[in-house]
């Protein structure tokens, strides 16, 4: 079936380090995949960061980055230097049939000033 | 602007007790609405679609329910509680056919005892 897999939590960083976390998917039943990074913030709802729906492309916000990489069915999300507000969770998902998104089990994100 | 209203925020039932849980949007005619349920530690997992009126679709068979009664309304509910049913249950709705941008409301938080 179709499923996401991504980084297991948490991951804690020091402000101003890089981050990666890293998320494959496998899309048995979607001709043409989706993808998406969402995000909850501490005490808000959970919300759309970025969104890719061309392999090959790469999707920005926030200074987080992910590119759609057909080949290793990936969409790893990076951020070159973190900040204290970018602790949340992280969840990648993948959709492409406009009836089912698929989520990955989301990776808790701690950054330490 | 589109809004969307869960409720009630948060819930302790008992195991065998019924359970009602409701979810409104606004300013968006014929949505596409979506239940999704996280147990704890667990994946944010689809239960439930529906793409008008009256018509409901199962992703998930966990002995729940869902209904439209209503063009902006989504109502999801079961007979008896189970204690597998704890967790947190989100409703969403999507912005479009094609972007398949999920917006989602702010959660019900359900503890079953």
């Known amino acids: 079936g179709d499923s996401v897999t991504q980084t297991e939590g948490p991951v804690t960083v020091s402000e101003s380090e890089s981050l990666i976390i890293n998320c494959t998917y496998s899309?048995?039943?979607?001709?043409?995949?989706?993808l998406f990074w969402y995000v909850r913030y501490p005490g808000e709802g959970l919300q759309l960061l970025l969104k890719?729906?061309?392999?090959?492309q790469k999707g920005s916000s926030r200074g987080f980055e992910a590119t759609y990489n057909k080949e290793t069915t990936s969409f790893h999300l990076q951020k070159a230097s973190v900040q204290e507000s970018d602790s949340a969770v992280y969840y990648c998902?993948?959709?492409?049939?406009?009836?089912?998104?698929?989520f990955g089990t989301g990776t808790r994100l701690q950054v330490l000033p | 602007a589109q809004t969307i209203h869960q409720w009630p925020v948060a819930e302790i039932k008992a195991v065998g007790s019924p359970l009602s849980l409701g979810c409104t949007i606004k300013?968006?005619?014929?949505?596409?609405l979506y239940w999704y349920w996280q147990a704890t530690g667990g994946t944010l997992q689809q239960l439930f679609y529906?793409?008008?009126?009256?018509?409901v679709e199962s992703v998930v068979q966990l002995n729940l329910s869902a209904s439209r009664p209503k063009d902006d309304q989504f109502i999801l509910s079961t007979e008896k509680l189970l204690l597998s049913h704890s967790g947190f249950y989100l409703c969403?709705?999507?912005?479009?056919?094609?972007?398949?941008?999920?917006?989602f409301g702010s959660g019900t938080r359900l503890t079953v005892l």
């Open positions: 890719v729906i061309t392999a090959g």
């Open positions: 529906s793409i008008t009126v009256g018509q």
């Open positions: 300013g968006k005619s014929s949505p596409n």
């Open positions: 899309a048995t039943s979607i001709a043409y995949p989706n």
């Open positions: 969403a709705w999507i912005r479009g056919a094609s972007a398949e941008t999920l917006y």
């Open positions: 998902a993948l959709g492409g049939n406009t009836n089912k998104v698929v």
